[in-house]
């Protein structure tokens, strides 16, 4: 049994619980008055972004503030895009190996996310970070245990592209909101004109930003090489 299907099972049992949904009483409330956390779900999973990210954020203040049920909801909310970065990391191990490595690597960044620095689009924050943790633990695996020669299994290039832009970020190339443009259009398929519409700004301004730090990672990217 891998740890998706343990924690389906304690989710089948937390989803009812409108004892456990009282005590997130600040983001059911924003999940349209959720009264139990199936409800606080399901309004999440049907909500569009910008009405999503309200809950998700008030989960993740929770969170790091040390609310382990807070950081168990937003790990459930997030387990879609934690089963595609368990498919991706082949250098981590068996099929139950790469369960439990993305499923600690979502939910430490969960524990520890920079909600003042980054105060919107948690999901795709958190995915993303995870993504660059990952990354870095299949390039220590790979150098520990160099693989037999014949054909390997590539990462994605959406979950190639989360990690370099996380590594971009931290060595300055690109801004974090800049990052998470990309990453919104690029990975999760969002048009910019919605992302212009969510975040007031114009259409070409979105446009001429996107071109500008992608300019800047390629020219990274041609500068390591």
Known sequence: MSVFDL?????AGLAADEAAARRLIDACE???????????????????????DRVLVALAARAVEGDTLAARVLLQLLLPGTRRLARTWWALG?????????????????????????????????LMDAGAD??????????????????????????????????????????????????????AGTPLADIAARRGAKLRTLQWRRKRAEALLAGAGAGAG
């Open 30 to 52: 924003l999940a349209g008055g959720a009264r139990t956390l199936a409800d606080l779900e399901r309004y999440v999973r049907a909500a569009d972004p910008a009405e999503a």
């Open 134 to 187: 990952l990354r870095r633990a299949a390039r220590r695996a790979r150098a520990a245990d160099p693989p037999a020669s014949g054909p390997t299994a590539d990462p994605h290039p959406a979950v190639e592209l989360a990690a370099v832009l996380a590594d971009a970020v931290d060595e300055g190339i690109v801004t974090a909101e800049d990052a998470e443009l990309i990453a919104a259009s690029r990975i």
């Open 94 to 126: 068996d099929v139950e190996e790469r369960a439990a490595a993305a499923v600690a690597a979502v939910y430490d960044r969960i524990r520890r996310y920079p909600l003042a620095r980054r105060p919107r689009r948690v999901a795709a924050n958190v």
């Open 7 to 11: 924690l389906d099972r304690e989710w």
